[in-house]
């Protein structure tokens, strides 16, 4: 089996330099002939395996397998099997789009990175189709604007940098500024181009889809934002946000990162997540970014809330989860809760309160263990190492007595491939609650 996701991008790299260096003199007719013969016999393995990715994998990969055969209609209609292609691509690919993307525009691999992909993908199948007279059905367009009002909740505007949550392996297909990798503020541009005729980040790359002169437009971002099906909980301020995860499974988990707390004032990321790394590295490094430790949150004696499979498997997925995001007086409040830990028990609840108080860099974290017994919990936080003398991080347990921080020198990756430096302050008890306050000095 060959990557079908591969040869589809490929292909539609392909057609874009095919048109561009159409009237190059290194283009002969006859190099033509051989790269469409290439591409037919591509398609063609695309469309004969597509059932691997569709039912095996069922993520990023069957949404651009299946957006390309739907393309190659209109890409290659000289080619008479992309008839049936394009009718059966067209199809899967609102199937596709209509189970990967969740009512609430949330993605289900769990992974801001891979649903940028998706993003990508839908601006040019929605652009393509526009531009050759075809519409898709209702609900790519509703799931797509729904993506889009998602990530812009969580875009950060002074760097257009988005919480380093889930699988972020460098995958960005079509680079087509020179913004950093990071920056989301392109992609989603051009998405709202498309949709809308409307920018609001001020870029420029939405020209590569033939959109030359769209409005400017501002976006209303939402003080406080849930995403139930997701399962991802925001707290937007002018200076600060807060990003809290808290859902269960349906689809498949990609880190055992349940109740993670991310905190950014001024565009900073004072309490990160430490990001994936590599798929393929030593077992330390797997079970660290993939598990609890390389997350701001709670293990219990060491375990991961989820029992960690072989590659990208995980076993006792959270099945339970609740969680509400409120306002009261001059605070807001999250509470949440996840049944885990099935290693150690079928019972065992977590429950994070969040107390976050208006427009003030401070935090209250109440984490509450029940149905343990003789078990140590140990709460993580990770913070880049110029930023540790800007922070304070209080612990107490269920006695009111202060825990001593153990500060360590761990690993955060913002790119691909890239480990780095990061400290890491746990506290640890033998109680089943500790109460933690936060505070930002920036």
């Avoid at 099997?81 to 009718?87: F, G, N, P, V, Y």
Wanted: proline fraction near 2%; charged fraction near 25%; include cysteine.
């Amino acid at each position: 089996y060959k990557c079908s996701q591969e040869i589809s991008l490929r292909i539609l790299n392909w057609t874009f330099a095919l048109y561009f260096y159409k009237n190059s003199k290194s283009l002969t007719e006859k190099r033509f002939d051989k790269i469409i013969n290439s591409i037919f016999w591509q398609l063609d393995h695309v469309y004969k395996n597509i059932n691997f990715s569709r039912i095996a994998v069922r993520n990023n990969h069957a949404i651009a397998e299946t957006l390309m055969l739907y393309l190659s209609g209109f890409l290659f209609p000289f080619i008479p099997e992309t008839k049936k292609w394009a009718l059966k691509g067209k199809k899967w690919f609102t199937e596709e789009a209509e189970y990967q993307i969740y009512e609430d525009g949330t993605f289900l691999q769990f992974s801001m990175n891979y649903h940028r992909v998706v993003v990508q993908l839908l601006t040019w199948g929605i652009q393509l189709s526009k531009l050759n007279n075809d519409k898709l059905d209702t609900v790519v367009y509703e799931r797509a604007t729904k993506s889009l009002m998602f990530l812009d909740d969580n875009l950060n505007m002074e760097t257009g940098k988005l919480p380093n949550y889930g699988s972020n392996d460098g995958a960005l297909f079509f680079k087509l500024t020179d913004a950093d990798f990071r920056d989301y503020k392109s992609q989603l541009d051009d998405l709202r181009a498309v949709l809308k005729n409307e920018i609001c980040y001020n870029t420029n790359s939405h020209q590569w889809y033939g959109i030359s002169d769209p409005k400017k437009s501002t976006i209303n971002i939402k003080n406080i934002a849930i995403y139930p099906n997701g399962g991802y909980y925001l707290i937007n301020e002018l200076k600060s946000k807060t990003f809290i995860r808290c859902g269960a499974y349906k689809d498949r988990p990609a880190q055992s990162d349940n109740l993670h707390l991310d905190i950014w004032v001024d565009g900073v990321n004072y309490l990160l997540d430490t990001g994936s790394y590599k798929y393929n590295t030593d077992q330390k490094y797997i079970d660290y970014f993939n598990g609890c430790e390389g997350h701001n949150t709670i293990s219990v004696s060491g375990y991961n809330q989820m029992k960690k499979g072989g590659r990208f498997i995980w076993y006792n997925w959270i099945k339970k989860a609740q969680a509400s995001l409120i306002k009261d007086g001059n605070k807001i409040i999250f509470k949440g809760q996840i049944q885990a830990f099935k290693e150690l028990g079928n019972s065992i609840l977590h429950t994070r309160e969040v107390v976050k108080v208006e427009n003030k860099n401070f935090w209250e974290i109440k984490d509450t263990i029940e149905n343990i017994l003789n078990k140590e919990v140990i709460q993580y936080w990770h913070i880049k190492p110029e930023l540790f003398e800007f922070i304070q991080i209080k612990s107490a347990d269920k006695n009111g007595k202060l825990i001593k921080p153990i500060i360590e020198n761990k690993w955060m990756s913002d790119y691909y491939g890239v480990k780095e430096k990061c400290i890491q302050i746990s506290f640890k008890s033998n109680t089943n609650f500790i109460l933690t306050t936060i505070e930002i000095n920036n």
